[in-house]
């Protein structure tokens, strides 16, 4: 599509009928691979991600391991049919970059100073993208942390906010994140009340930006307790065997 649709209708609302302030639908599973040492898959509309977690386990080469803490590895990648038009597998630009800042925000949650000496290993896999891939992957990386019973200080949630024909929109879709004016994906610890990511492409008056803000962190409480509600129906579920 090569010029810009109207992003929000007559009615106020949005080409996939959400009012501004609503997400997509939210599904999260843990412990779907049985090789890993944890795992998740985390929905977010069609926003597909699957994670796995390996480790703490012994770095080698040796020489690689740190003395005072873990090592974290972190690879984000799309799969070649996530998109619409076939991605190519190998690692692109936009890839590293965000296994970067997916690594850097884990990092501030997971207690890497109580395995010296080992490396942890992250992958994501986006299995479909419509727009908030870096979001939905490091969820479903916190996911997989902890099903790997990793100790972190706090969970990770987050969302989009963007601006769509100058109204706020929450959990952009994918013509939203193409055609809007700005992109504005959060990450928080929520019980902590720290941020863990947040990047804003395009623009915002500070006015729009403090209420940008205000919707993210809305959302991110309802991703919060749908995300400790997927851990305890695990728990429940071993209980239960
Ligand atoms: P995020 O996925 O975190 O929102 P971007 O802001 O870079 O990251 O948005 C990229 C979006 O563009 C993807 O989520 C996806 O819906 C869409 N897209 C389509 N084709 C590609 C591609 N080849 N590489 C990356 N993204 C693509």
């Given at each position: ?13 949005r080409?996939d ?18 090789n ?8 977010m ?19 690689l391991?740190l003395p005072?803490?873990?090592?974290l590895?972190?690879?984000?990648h ?11 597998p ?11 800042v ?12 109580l ?9 994501m896999?986006v ?10 992957s ?12 990793i ?11 963007g ?7 929450l ?51 309802t991703?919060?307790n ?16």
């Open positions: 599509q090569l010029q810009k649709p109207r992003l929000i209708l007559d009615n106020g609302l080409l009928g959400r009012r501004p302030d609503e997400m997509r639908p939210i599904k999260i599973e843990l412990g779907v691979l049985k890993a040492d944890g795992s998740a898959i985390f929905e509309g069609n926003t597909k991600v699957i994670a796995a977690v390996y480790g703490p386990k012994e770095m080698h080469p040796r020489h391991a005072d803490r873990a090592v590895r972190v690879r984000y799309m799969t070649p049919f996530s998109t619409d038009e076939r991605k190519n190998a690692p692109s630009r936009r890839e590293i970059e965000l296994s970067k997916i690594r850097e925000a884990l990092e501030s949650t997971i207690l890497v100073e395995f010296p000496r080992t490396v942890i290993d992250v992958f896999e299995l479909q993208a419509d727009a908030g891939t870096r979001l939905v490091l969820m479903a990386a916190s996911m997989a942390l902890a099903d790997a019973g100790p972190m200080r706090d969970l990770i949630a987050g969302v989009a906010v601006k769509a024909d100058g109204v706020l929109v959990d952009l879709n994918e013509p939203e994140d193409m055609w809007g004016e700005a992109d504005m994906p959060v990450a928080m610890m929520p019980s902590l009340k720290q941020v863990a990511l947040l990047q804003l492409n395009g623009n915002m008056t500070p006015q729009e930006f403090r209420q940008a803000l205000e919707m993210a962190q809305k959302g991110i409480e991703i919060y749908l995300e400790k509600e997927a851990i305890r129906s695990k728990y429940a579920e071993l209980k239960e065997e």
